[in-house]
Nanobody, 113 residues
Framework: QVQLVESGGGLVQPGGSLRLSCAASGRIISAYRMEWYHRAPGKQRELVAS???????NYADSVKDRFTISRDNAKNTVYLEINSLKPDDTGAYYC???????WGQGTPVTVSS
């Protein structure tokens, strides 16, 4: 059974940085376009970053220049580096394999002073 497990969230001050990880139980990281979603409190989940099998990346306009998605196929892990954190970045972050039902359970991020 495929599992995606996110980690790396936590409480961070505004302006800080985090690196979120999404570890897969199988070799799906290299087989699919991988995505990170953000669900802010009281809002719907939204796509913030994706990386194709070939390594092409795409970002939501709201996070460009602050978020970086990357992938380590050997470790079956996809990452999301978040810099210059803002309070609006608060919420849960989920990884997802595009066009599948594979979702992680989410990792919470709180940006607050």
């Amino acid at each position: 059974q495929v599992q995606l497990v996110e980690s790396g969230g936590g409480l961070v001050q505004p302006g800080g940085s985090l690196r979120l990880s999404c570890a897969a139980s199988g070799r799906i990281i290299s087989a699919y376009r991988m995505e990170w979603y953000h669900r802010a409190p009281g809002k719907q989940r939204e796509l913030v970053a994706s990386i194709t099998r070939g390594g092409d990346t795409n970002y939501a306009d709201s996070v460009k220049d602050r978020f970086t998605i990357s992938r380590d196929n050997a470790k079956n892990t996809v990452y999301l580096e978040i810099n210059s954190l803002k309070p609006d970045d608060t919420g849960a972050y989920y990884c997802h394999a595009f066009a599948t039902t594979y979702w992680g359970q989410g990792t919470p991020v709180t940006v607050s002073s």
